[in-house]
T-cell receptor, first 111, second 115 residues
Framework: LAKTTQPISMDSYEGQEVNITCSHN???????ITWYQQFPSQGPRFIIQ???TKVTNEVASLFIPADRKSSTLSLPRVSLSDTAVYYC????????????FGSGTRLLVRP | DAGVIQSPRHEVTEMGQEVTLRCKPI?????LFWYRQTMMRGLELLIY????????DSGMPEDRFSAKMPNASFSTLKIQPSEPRDSAVYFC?????????????FGSGTRLTVV
């Protein structure tokens, strides 16, 4: 599986847009990019997934350039409750059916 | 839908004791996963089941750990004997077929402390 690299931590303020970039240089053709969010004392929660271009849902947007070697999770107008760890995962559509988590990005939203 | 239910939420036990963690997956989900999370090692996949059958247990740290899924609505992770280095948060997750794209649903975890 392609190794992912993302910042260890980020700080932001309420109301700002936050962009977390993840690099996955060795992504393969049948790999998808998936992001999970983990609040303190809770399990991770799936937030968005994409293959290429842009995907948007009620929580976030995911931007994937044409070469797919990186992706950017965008959180619009963050609030204090968006303080969490965000994990970028490369998911391969094969028989192994495993999600392997990296270290994630710890986002702290300040008042 | 009550989500993935884990019990207990917290467990404190003495070294050498047997510990059993329990998980009830979401009804209709045919995949079940056990993860362990520590500050040092992050989230590690221990084992996963498909239709109650263990598929990959390569993440189980050693023979002291065992997991079972006797039916579609219940799974256990047992540690015998427990050691202080087993202290961690243990998460259970479930997903339907296609969950790699649809997302796994995680429980709230069991925080295990071995003293």
């Amino acid at each position: 599986l392609a190794k992912t690299t993302q910042p260890i931590s980020m700080d932001s303020y309420e109301g700002q847009e936050v962009n977390i970039t993840c690099s996955h240089n060795n992504i393969a053709t049948n790999d998808y990019i998936t992001w999970y969010q983990q609040f303190p004392s809770q399990g991770p929660r799936f937030i968005i997934q994409g293959y290429k271009t842009k995907v948007t849902n009620e929580v976030a947007s995911l931007f994937i350039p044409a070469d797919r070697k990186s992706s950017t999770l965008s959180l619009p107008r963050v609030s204090l409750s968006d303080t969490a760890v965000y994990y970028c995962l490369v998911v391969r559509m094969d028989s192994s059916y495993k999600l392997i988590f990296g270290s994630g990005t710890r986002l702290l939203v300040r008042p | 839908d009550a989500g993935v239910i884990q019990s207990p939420r917290h467990e404190v036990t003495e070294m050498g004791q047997e510990v059993t963690l329990r998980c009830k997956p979401i009804s209709g989900h045919d995949y079940l996963f056990w993860y362990r999370q520590t500050m040092m090692r992050g989230l590690e996949l221990l084992i996963y089941f498909n239709n109650n059958v263990p598929i990959d247990d390569s993440g189980m740290p050693e023979d002291r750990f065992s997991a079972k899924m006797p039916n579609a609505s219940f799974s256990t992770l047992k540690i015998q004997p427990s050691e202080p280095r087993d202290s961690a948060v243990y998460f259970c997750a479930s997903s339907p077929t296609g969950g790699l794209l649809l997302g796994y649903t995680f429980g709230s975890g069991t925080r295990l402390t071995v003293v």
